[in-house]
């Protein structure tokens, strides 16, 4: 990623370049991400493609000003960061569901290497983690997002933990984007996929966080309290556009 393009991002991000590729850069980077690029799979239901190389998705999140599910958001995050001069690998996870883990590349995730230790970045989780994560601790972590904890398995992976629940199971391994190919096809084409099976839109926003599901807009706050509406047809496209600065030329439809 060139410097222009770096400086478009950031903007994108409403941020500014860090003075130095520390800790505390890392922590605002993260929470500025998660606060102006949405989590969605609209690709999907639109019938787009998602293509996992670097040029494209910057071209989505950056230059459409749109979201994306974990390969696309922390892709590029990913990109952004190695230009701001951190250290960055991408490692592969499989998410906790009802029926035990998913497959293989369900999830990608970050780790970026500083002098203090390495640290889990996710920008692609949903409700998750609203700072970087130390990776080399069993401590409880507490942060807005919630209390996340970091067991190593037996295998020598690492499960993330969510207010005692089960997130997804990291191996330590590091990958590149194109690993994730097929989890990306398996997700976009496969009717056990959440994704295929779901339209969703969600954003962290100062005072809790929006989510346009299907037609259901939901807005929370803080302290739990939530306002659920159905939007009509005429409100659809507005609404894309007020809560997450998504312009749309048609309405996305849950694919069968």
Request: hydrophobic fraction near 40%; proline fraction near 6%.
């Amino acid at each position: 990623m060139d410097v222009v393009t770096a400086d478009a991002y950031l903007r994108r991000i409403a941020t500014v370049r860090p003075a130095a590729p520390d800790a505390e850069a890392l922590c605002a980077l993260q929470l500025s991400h998660l606060r102006a690029v949405p989590f969605e799979n609209l690709a999907i239901h639109l019938g787009e493609e998602i293509v996992l190389e670097e040029q494209p998705l910057l071209d989505k999140i950056v230059g459409a000003r749109r979201g994306g599910f974990c390969y696309e958001l922390n892709g590029a995050f990913a990109a952004l960061l190695r230009t701001l001069g951190y250290e960055v690998e991408l490692l592969s996870a499989r998410v906790c569901g009802p029926d035990g883990l998913g497959i293989p590349y369900d999830h990608l995730a970050l780790r970026v290497h500083l002098p203090t230790g390495p640290w889990l970045v996710d920008v692609g989780f949903g409700r998750n983690s609203h700072h970087p994560l130390r990776l080399d601790s069993a401590e409880d972590q507490e942060n807005p997002g919630g209390v996340f904890r970091i067991a190593q398995t037996p295998q020598g992976d690492l499960d993330v933990y969510r207010n005692g629940e089960p997130q997804y199971r990291l191996e330590q391994r590091p990958c590149e984007l194109r690993d994730f190919e097929a989890g990306c096809w398996w997700q976009r084409t496969s009717p056990k996929s959440l994704f295929r099976r779901s339209l969703v839109c969600s954003q962290l926003t100062e005072t809790g966080r929006v989510t346009l599901s299907g037609r259901t807009l939901v807005i929370s706050d803080a302290d739990g309290a939530r306002e659920e509406r159905v939007l009509d047809a005429a409100e659809i496209l507005p609404a894309y556009r007020t809560h997450f600065g998504i312009e749309l030329e048609r309405e996305p439809v849950l694919v069968s």
